[in-house]
């Protein structure tokens, strides 16, 4: 079925496996950034879904020399002051969540920053001179993840937060690594030397959970938000080392029968301790839960391995919609979901 090139145009008809074979490219798009010159003690980042994963990437790598908080909520901590740099992100500029944590980081005199594709966020930016970011529009907000990436550390680099040095420098060099290693996974490769597509024939019908350590989290949640957005598959994720001090337990007894797909991915640079607790965990519950698909970090370096190990599950889910004959890009629930919340 996957290697049927023509059975897989018919399930994907707006070319989602297409987006997700060019995604590297948006890490070499240019974005025209204001460049604030701040006082500010800590940083403020409200975003929802897509949004904020770019930001939680960001924490990651390149990392922030001052606080960064991520918000996603209609409401904004308490210290937001004027010592805050509030970034209000959406990529459709119209999620509510985020307009109403702007009204609020507005009315405690917060420097603003605005990164999205267009809707009230932009006009909001442009009626009051706040920096704006133009996001590349006509795309799924999770199809356009390194767009945000590299807008909020463009961003944050050019007003001197950024901890780590040449962030934008490292992302061009990435690009070229990603557009490689992406050609791994593509439809005209055949399943039996496709990892994408093998990963997504043990996820069919069933319910997927995702592991990672602190370094790969993001992109666990980035394969939650594909499973559940792309295949249309309800799917969970946690993080080592929290995982063993409560949901390690909830494997080992009921239900009985566990109709799950056990996904870890796995990184060379974790700390020992976390890749050890990936070993004994998984020899602890053997017989007790699905034995985990151990995914293996690809790249030298925490960015090469964050962006690879998310596309590989962008493709994944993806193969993973086709098995299902769902149709990966349209989220027609969500869009009614929004519509009943503004009537």
């Known amino acids: 079925m996957l290697d049927d090139l023509q059975k897989i145009h018919e399930r994907d008809p707006q070319d989602a496996l297409g987006i997700a074979e060019k995604q590297w490219q948006q890490l070499e798009y240019v974005f025209d950034v204001n460049e604030p010159q701040l006082e ?8 929802m879904g897509g949004s904020a994963l ?25 210290y937001v002051s004027g010592k805050t740099f509030f970034i209000a992100a959406s990529y459709s500029g119209n999620t509510e969540e985020t307009i109403s944590a702007l009204t609020q980081a507005e009315a405690r005199g917060a420097h603003i920053a605005v990164i999205a594709s267009g809707g009230k966020l932009q006009q909001i930016a442009q009626d009051k001179g706040y920096p704006f970011t133009l996001l590349p529009g006509g795309l799924q907000p999770r199809h356009a993840i390194l767009y945000n990436l590299k807008a909020l550390v463009t ?3 050019r007003a001197g937060m950024v901890a780590a040095d040449s962030a934008e420098a490292e992302l061009h060099r990435t690009a070229a690594y990603m557009r490689d290693v992406l ?3 593509l439809p005209t490769v055949p399943t039996k030397e496709n990892l994408a597509k093998q990963i997504a024939l043990e996820c069919m019908g069933r319910s997927i959970v995702i592991y990672a350590g602190p370094k790969l989290a993001p992109a666990a949640y980035k394969w939650k938000i594909s499973f559940n957005e792309n295949a249309k598959h309800i799917a969970w994720w946690n993080q080592y080392s929290e995982f063993n001090h409560n949901e390690f337990l909830g494997w080992t007894e009921q239900p009985e029968q566990k109709p799950y797909t056990v996904i870890d991915l796995r990184s060379n640079l974790e700390h020992p301790q976390i890749q050890k607790r990936f070993e004994v965990s998984a020899r602890l519950l053997s017989g007790r839960r699905p034995e985990p698909i151990a995914v293996q970090a690809q790249g030298d370096t925490l960015l090469e391995q964050l962006l ?3 596309a590989l599950g962008d493709f994944v889910t993806l193969y993973t919609a086709v098995l299902s004959n769902v149709n990966p890009t349209p989220v027609e629930l969500i869009e009614k979901l929004k519509v009943e919340l503004t009537s």
């Open 54 to 78: 770019a930001a939680l990437i960001s924490r990651n790598w390149p990392g922030y020399s001052i606080p960064f908080e991520i918000v996603r909520d209609y409401n904004i901590p308490d």
């Open 155 to 157: 961003l944050l680099e």
């Open 40 to 47: 500010v003690t800590n940083v403020v980042y409200a975003g």
């Open 183 to 185: 050609q791994a996974w």
């Open 308 to 310: 690879s190990v998310i």
